[in-house]
């Protein structure tokens, strides 16, 4: 195991060192320090961490990792992959039964509708030119005009076929 009192290397982050230094709780995502490093102030049991930028960020040495990243390498004794996508878009929340491990397109088709988004629907937009609403979909890169619609009830529910027709969810 690497020595706690010195800065480990990301390399030297492994999931016996989170074990050691961590208790995790995989149904409510939060972790606590069980073995501080001395430098530290925290004490045994204090939640581990801070908030940063709406995320949960925990410190180890000096390297700082997203806690959903420390939550898989904690469980499934690897880090990820390819990229942490929080199923229920909360990226607060580090349940282990929230994580999965997904390609960046997959994640990027688990976000929600833009806070931009006027029509209330996921790739549903006030078409700028013409009268109705436009339909777009993007997938592995390809962008996918839906066509103009007269309301965005229609426009979502040709979004929600292009979805399906893509395997995965609208």
Known sequence: MANLYRT???????AELVRHLFDYDPLTGVF?????????????????GKTVKGRRVLSIGNWQFYASHIAWLYVHNEWPKLEIDHCNR??????????????V???????????????????????P???GWWARITANAIKYDLGVYPTPELAAGAYRIAAAALHWEA
């Open 8 to 14: 480990p290397n990301r390399e030297d982050v492994t």
């Open 32 to 48: 606590r320090w069980e073995n501080p490093p001395r430098q530290h102030a925290e004490k045994i049991g204090a939640i581990a």
């Open 90 to 103: 909360n990226p607060l929340d580090n349940s282990i039964a929230n994580l999965r491990d997904v390609s």
């Open 105 to 127: 397109t997959v994640n990027c088709q688990n976000r929600g509708k833009q806070k931009t988004n006027t029509s209330g629907f996921k790739g549903v937009h006030k078409h």
């Open 129 to 131: 030119q013409q009268k």
